[in-house]
């Protein structure tokens, strides 16, 4: 098994791992990152991806992690000796957004493990500082 | 400090929210009880709002406007003068500058500046933070080992940030302000490059 991570999510999926390759089938990556791969493209339930010209991504029904992401535009971080990797956001995506000036929306708990979503506090002004013990 | 003027704002329809990137809301939580705070004081063990940020150093704020636009960007803004000596970075213009935009006296940046004065994450950063990411998951999975050059890698590839170079300290069992971060800041400094990058009007 292994286990493929994003930001607030992780899934444990049937992947073998050949020549530092993370290599998955077709259910798995689903499973894993809601792709699906149809006639060149690479979709989930948001988004279509084309496949690059000459582009051998799922031939044979086999799908090389590395190379998802690659398509994908983001970057990749793998263990393959842990047995996960992760899958983080691509720099033109998160540019995207901080140029739109739209306060990016999360959700954090407090102390008491209650959950506050920026967005929340919309007609309020908000003064945001993140702060460490470090 | 920041519950000071929180409660001096707060029927101006002004909050403050202080995200604390530490490795664990115990070691938050000292400094959360001591302040207090009746604003909303949240924990990011897995650093989110870094990555939606492109925050690398801490403390940073920010200024969001009632419709959830951002009107100052990322900026160094300390609640007091306690590291002023070591920063050179003292805390009454930007606070003063907090509450006269609270007050509604100014309006925080337009949109065409603000977008000048932001700097936006490299696909090196976010490699970078994906490093981090499956490290600290491991970590988190008593994989210390395994997280150990994933922290290391995470922080040559983003060697000025300092949310993985330093947060991750805590994690890796380093002492954030023991000899290995001093080391790291004498040989970033010795680059010539800052700590800390306030915004021009901050840093006077």
């Known amino acids: 098994m292994f286990t493929v991570i994003e930001a607030g999510r992780e899934c444990a999926v049937d992947a073998r791992v050949e020549g530092g390759r993370v290599l998955l089938s077709a259910e798995p990556l689903r499973e894993a990152l809601g792709f699906e791969l149809h006639e060149g493209t690479l979709c989930n339930d948001t988004m279509c991806v084309p496949l690059p010209a000459g582009s051998r991504l799922g031939e044979g029904g086999v799908f ?10 983001r970057p990749l971080a793998v263990d393959t000796a842990a047995g996960a990797a992760f899958l983080g956001v691509s720099a033109g995506e998160r540019a995207q957004a ?21 967005s929340s506090y919309r007609g309020s002004k908000v003064f945001m500082v993140a702060w460490a013990s470090w | 400090m920041w519950q000071a003027l929180y409660e001096e704002l707060r029927d101006r329809r002004f909050v403050v929210i202080a995200v604390a990137l530490d490795k664990s809301a115990e070691d938050a939580r000292p400094w959360i009880e001591k302040a207090a705070p009746t604003y909303p004081a949240l924990v990011d063990t897995q650093h989110v709002v870094a990555d939606l940020y492109n925050i690398v150093n801490v403390p940073t704020a920010l ?57 936006l994450p490299t696909a090196l950063d976010q490699q970078a933070r994906a490093e981090f990411g499956l490290a600290e998951w491991l970590a988190r999975h008593g994989e210390a080992g395994a997280a150990e050059p994933h922290f290391v890698r995470a922080g040559e590839l983003a060697p000025h940030d300092f949310t993985i170079r330093r947060g991750s300290m805590p994690i890796r069992g380093i002492d954030p302000m023991g000899p290995q971060f001093r080391e790291m800041i004498q040989a970033w400094a010795a680059g010539g490059r800052p700590y800390y990058r306030p915004l021009p009007d901050t840093r006077g």
């Open chain 1, 64 to 73: 090389d992690l590395g190379e998802v992401a690659a398509t994908l535009d």
């Open chain 1, 98 to 118: 901080l140029g739109s000036l739209l306060a990016p929306d999360f959700t954090l708990p407090d102390l008491a493990g209650r959950p506050h979503t920026l």
């Open chain 2, 63 to 119: 200024w969001i406007d009632e419709r959830g636009r951002i009107v100052r960007p990322n900026d160094v803004v300390f609640g007091t003068d306690t590291f002023k000596h070591i920063t050179n970075l003292k805390s009454a213009r930007p606070l003063a500058a907090v509450r006269a935009w609270a007050r509604g006296e100014t309006a925080g940046f337009a949109p065409g500046e603000a977008r000048g004065l932001q700097a």
